[in-house]
């Protein structure tokens, strides 16, 4: 089990002779301060709680762990604060004493507004709220992903409603980001954030921590597919054999199959389009041809003319064109938000103009580890403190960065007809939800509950 005490920033282990004297409670928040986006989709916190601070985390053995690693980590015994660990054994049986609130996980609120807050319910331990920050503050990973994920979920919306079907949008990017995730738990974390927005993934870890943690039996949803090593091992000369045998295995649904082992564009025109055109069109089911090379734009657009060529397609209500539809194209290499939108950019505009049915994207890198904290400028500091029983004010307004003043006092969320507003207590009602209070989580999200809210 984590050593709750030891899963925070060194310097903290210092801070509890740091506040004013006769500190009796410190309350801090958290907010995305700007930043790529202009809304926050607020994920993940959930799992922090239930997975490390719920029930009772501070235990003697575990206080003894910490001493003995402080005093080696500073070469000092002074810092480690043993008297107050203690205290939360003793008066608390291990379970921390603190209050959280938070916005409602998958609620969209716009940057600048406050996401969660925080405060100590023992005035013995008012340093235990900062404490407690580099734990908490790593929520910014699964919202940020969730955020990212729902911009790029907005941008396929645009063009399926100008060119195609929207009603197919929960399936049009595709998680392929297990492998360059930095850890199990990144993958896990970014994995179900992007399961908030769209239904695809190969991400198991994402769908499991759904499971565990949001009570969702299955978050998202895969097909059979190809990759190079079942595709090459057959021989360069034998490509067109793997292809069929694909078409053996799997005679009906969908099926997606690595193309560009050699020559992406002979397999289009030649191999599926020719060798195995009639296999395809007899199929009860769709064949999706998956490039995974190339500048993205230019490969797109040149894989839609061949299949187009090879297969047939018509013009949509919308006069945009539709390959048959025992074809379809899904793009998984190089995409990131900004790249997908110029392949959707580039087949829906020329000549041949493509409607964005055609094709579906898979995002590894680009959805799931392409960002940081700075993403979305995500923040957490004091606000106000008690100290010899008055509230008052805390505020950083540093004159080389106006852009890191925070924010002061006891604040809360409004909605003030339909839009978030951060206020203070006693301006109205705070659409902030306790959910942790001395160490029980007292407010469980269901995972379709999310999703609904981030769908709102």
């Known amino acids: 089990m984590p050593n709750i005490?030891?899963?925070?920033?060194?310097?903290?282990?210092?801070?509890w002779k740091q506040y004013p004297p006769k500190t009796t409670k410190v309350f801090s928040f958290f907010e995305s301060r700007g930043g790529k986006y202009p809304y926050n989709v607020f994920f993940g916190l959930q799992y922090y709680l239930l997975k490390y601070l719920q029930g009772q985390v501070v235990t003697r053995e575990k206080i003894n762990e910490a001493q003995s690693f402080f005093e080696d980590h500073f070469g000092r015994p002074d810092l480690f604060n043993r008297d107050g660990w203690d205290h939360i054994v003793t008066r608390h049986r291990g379970y921390l004493p603190v209050v959280i609130k938070a916005v409602p996980e998958g609620t969209s609120v716009p940057t600048g507004n406050v996401l969660m807050t925080i405060e100590n319910t023992d005035p013995a331990v008012p340093w235990l709220t900062n404490y407690l920050e580099t734990l908490l503050s790593q929520v910014w990973?699964?919202?940020?992903?969730?955020?990212?994920?729902?911009?790029?979920?907005?941008?396929i919306l645009t063009y399926l409603e100008r060119t195609g079907t929207p009603e197919q949008i929960g399936f049009k990017l595709h998680d392929f980001g297990y492998r360059g995730s930095t850890s199990e738990e990144s993958a896990g974390l970014g994995g179900c954030a992007h399961l908030v927005n769209f239904l695809g993934s190969d991400t198991l870890a994402g769908i499991v921590l759904a499971k565990q943690y949001y009570q969702e039996n299955m978050a998202g949803f895969s097909i059979p597919a190809a990759e190079h090593s079942t595709i090459?091992?057959?021989g360069k000369e034998h490509e067109v054999d793997a292809f069929r045998n694909m078409l053996d295995q799997y005679p009906t649904g969908l099926v997606a199959v690595v193309s560009d082992s050699y020559d992406i564009f002979h397999a289009c025109s030649?191999?599926?389009?020719?060798?195995?055109r009639d296999r395809v069109l007899a199929r009860d089911g769709v064949v999706v041809?998956?490039?995974d090379s190339g500048e993205p734009c230019d490969t797109v657009q040149k894989?839609?003319?061949?299949?187009?060529?090879?297969?047939?397609?018509?013009?949509?209500?919308k006069g945009y064109l539709v390959l048959d539809p025992h074809v379809r194209v899904i793009q998984g290499d190089g995409i990131d938000p900004e790249m997908q939108d110029k392949v959707y950019d580039r087949i829906t505009h020329g000549g041949m103009a493509w409607s964005a049915d055609n094709l579906g994207f898979g995002s590894g890198g680009g959805l799931l580890q392409k960002v940081n904290r700075d993403t979305c400028k995500f923040a957490f500091k004091c606000s106000s403190i008690e100290v010899n029983g008055v509230w008052r004010d805390v505020i950083k307004t540093p004159v080389t960065d106006p852009g890191k003043t925070s924010k002061a006092g006891r604040l809360i969320l409004l909605n003030e007809g339909g839009q978030f507003r951060?206020?203070?207590?006693?301006?109205g009602l705070n659409r902030l939800e306790t959910v942790f209070c001395n160490g029980t989580v007292t407010k469980v999200h269901q995972f379709h509950e999310v999703r609904e809210r981030s769908n709102a």
């Open 5 to 15: 005490i030891l899963q925070t920033d060194s310097y903290k282990a210092s801070h």
């Open 141 to 155: 990973y699964p919202t940020t992903v969730a955020t990212q994920s729902r911009a790029m979920k907005e941008n």
């Open 232 to 234: 090459t091992s057959w």
């Open 270 to 276: 030649n191999l599926w389009g020719k060798d195995l």
């Open 289 to 291: 041809v998956r490039p």
């Open 303 to 317: 894989v839609l003319y061949r299949l187009g060529e090879a297969f047939g397609y018509m013009k949509n209500a």
């Open 422 to 427: 951060t206020g203070v207590e006693g301006d």
